[in-house]
C-alpha cells in the first residue's frame, strides 16, 4: 500500500510565495511521474505541473514563469513552489504519483492521489 501525504499548504498574501511537499510512504521502487493538480471552488480539477520520465516538466500556462515542481527521489517527496501567488491561484492542491512499487509488492505500476492541501491567496 502507497499512500501519500501533502503539506505546506495555508493562507498567504497576493505576491506571497509557498512550498508544497507530498511525500510517499509504503512499498517504493521508484516514481515514474509526478502530478501536481487543483481545484477551486466550483470548478474542475485541473492539472497545474507534471515532471515525466526523463525529467520533462510541464506547467499550465497560467502558473508559467511562477511555478517549479521538482521532486527529491531518495527521500519520495515532490515539492510544488509556488511565487507570485495570486487570488486565483486560491484551491485546493493535489498531488498524483505513478509509483512503480518495490520487490515485495511486485514492482506493479500504480496510480496514487493525495487527499489534498489547501491554498488560500487573499489578503
Known amino acids: 500500500q502507497v499512500q501519500l501525504m501533502e503539506s505546506g499548504g495555508g493562507l498567504v498574501p497576493p505576491g506571497g510565495s509557498l512550498r508544497l511537499s507530498c511525500t510517499a510512504s509504503?512499498?517504493?521502487?521508484?516514481?515514474?511521474?509526478v502530478y501536481w493538480y487543483r481545484q477551486a471552488p466550483g470548478k474542475q480539477r485541473e492539472l497545474v505541473a507534471d515532471?515525466?520520465?526523463?525529467?520533462?516538466?510541464n506547467y499550465a500556462d497560467s502558473v508559467k514563469g511562477r511555478f517549479t515542481i521538482s521532486v527529491d527521489d531518495p527521500k519520495h517527496t515532490v515539492y510544488l513552489q509556488m511565487n507570485s501567488l495570486k487570488p486565483e491561484d486560491t484551491a485546493v492542491y493535489y498531488c498524483?504519483?505513478?509509483?512503480?512499487?518495490?520487490?515485495?509488492?511486485?514492482?506493479?505500476?500504480?496510480?496514487?492521489w493525495g487527499r489534498g492541501t489547501l491554498v488560500t491567496v487573499s489578503s
Open positions: 515532471d515525466t520520465a526523463g525529467g520533462s516538466t
Open positions: 498524483k504519483v505513478d509509483v512503480t512499487t518495490g520487490p515485495g509488492d511486485g514492482y506493479r505500476e500504480i496510480e496514487v
Open positions: 509504503g512499498s517504493i521502487f521508484s516514481f515514474s511521474a
